[in-house]
């Protein structure tokens, strides 16, 4: 409602006027509080005090840390195809999808998981694989960015063959590592 024209404002708010008693209900939003916008004089005080009969603050994604577990369990459940083995996040990949700010909201962890069911290898989808994601999102929180850009090379190497040797179950890859 706050990215509404002036004019736009104005026709819903004779609307309204013009609905009478019983009035139907109306809901709207807004990313923004528009009490300062009111006093600005951008939003007009009708519409503004018409639609103001209660108000419910939903607090952003990276403020509930604790919901985007079951968030990712109920994406992993409706992406999940069937016959398909059931995918899940290893906890250092999880505690990684937590700390990270989700500037889009839940939209943008679900889209995060989507491609994550694409790309991911294995059923279980790594931290490796989430540092990866998350270095190309927009918004990446200076911590993440941080253990992602700024990792040494010797630990660098470290991880990426600890990985290479995980992917065989214990048993020496095929011949031909050393040579690489």
Do not use: C
């Not at 706050?2 to 109306?26: C, S, Y």
């Not at 998350?134 to 993440?144: N, T």
């Amino acid at each position: 409602i706050n990215d509404l024209e002036p004019k736009a404002q104005a026709n819903i708010a004779q609307v309204i006027e013009d609905l009478g008693e019983p009035a139907a209900r109306i809901v709207s939003s807004s990313q923004i509080s528009l009490a300062p916008m009111l006093d600005q004089g951008q939003f007009r005080s009708d519409l503004f005090y018409r639609l103001n009969g209660f108000t419910l603050a939903v607090p952003a994604l990276r403020d509930r840390g604790e919901d985007i577990p079951l968030l990712i369990q109920y994406f992993l459940t409706r992406f999940g195809r069937d016959g398909d083995v059931a995918r899940h996040f290893n906890p250092d990949a999880m505690k990684l999808l937590r700390r990270y700010s989700w500037p889009g909201n839940v939209r943008q962890l679900e889209n995060a998981v989507k491609r994550l069911l694409i790309t991911a290898q294995d059923a279980e989808i790594s931290r490796f694989e989430v540092e990866n994601l998350l270095a190309d999102q927009p918004g990446a929180d200076k911590a993440i960015a941080a253990s992602i850009g700024k990792e040494r090379l010797a630990d660098s190497v470290d991880r990426h063959l600890r990985r290479y040797f995980d992917l065989h179950d214990g048993a020496m890859p095929p011949p031909g590592l050393y040579q690489r």
